[in-house]
């Protein structure tokens, strides 16, 4: 068995955070990503600036990588949903997060585990559990209860995620855009700390 050891991420860690979460949103971020892009840039590149931030939800300060023999193998990207959730911007966000947003604003003062990725090679190895229960350490004594959204055609992430003692608490129908392979909803999945 191959030894699985979580830690900080840090701004070298930029390109592996931009291809996990890219990963675990199916495209999502780097459908957004191009469409901040100036001349001369790719969606690739916005990532990358993003990740570099020192603040916002997507920042490597966020993020902790599993790394399986010193490799890269997930990432985990989580943070404290604000209690109460604002949602005045609501119909001034893009249509596709709104349902997200909704979502988030059912679990105010839940740890949400924004971004779950294992890259292919490595799944299979207990990486997605090992990153959900850091996850919980995290959360444990600063939230409420933790919290997770997941594509409920996304059959295999829902399992992991019910198997570490997440439960469905709403949903909301799933938009698209061009080339985004899932229909159906975004679930929202809770639990209380044990």
């Known amino acids: 068995m191959a030894a699985i050891s979580i830690r900080s991420a840090t701004p070298r860690d930029a390109t592996d955070l931009v291809a996990l979460v890219d990963m675990a949103g199916e495209g999502l971020p780097s459908y957004f990503w191009s469409q901040m892009c100036e001349a001369g840039q790719g969606p690739f590149e916005i990532g990358r600036t ?71 090679e490595f799944r299979g190895m207990g990486i997605g559990s090992a990153l959900l229960a850091r996850a919980d350490e995290f959360g444990r004594d600063k939230s409420k209860g933790m919290a997770i959204i997941v594509a409920s055609e996304n059959t295999d992430a829902k399992r ?28 929202l999945l809770t639990k209380p700390h044990s």
């Open 160 to 187: 992991l995620y019910e198997r570490s003692g997440y439960r469905a608490r709403g949903s909301r129908p799933l938009i698209g855009f061009s080339g985004f392979k899932r229909g159906g909803d975004w679930v």
């Open 50 to 120: 993003r990740a570099l931030r020192e603040d916002g939800s997507f920042s490597w300060r966020n993020a902790h990588l599993a790394e399986v023999d010193g490799i890269v193998a997930g990432l985990l990207i989580g943070y404290l949903i604000e209690d109460p959730v604002d949602l005045s911007n609501l119909e001034e966000m893009h249509e596709i997060v709104r349902p997200l947003a909704e979502l988030e604003a059912l679990a105010p003062g839940h740890w949400y585990v924004n971004v779950l990725a294992v890259y292919p």
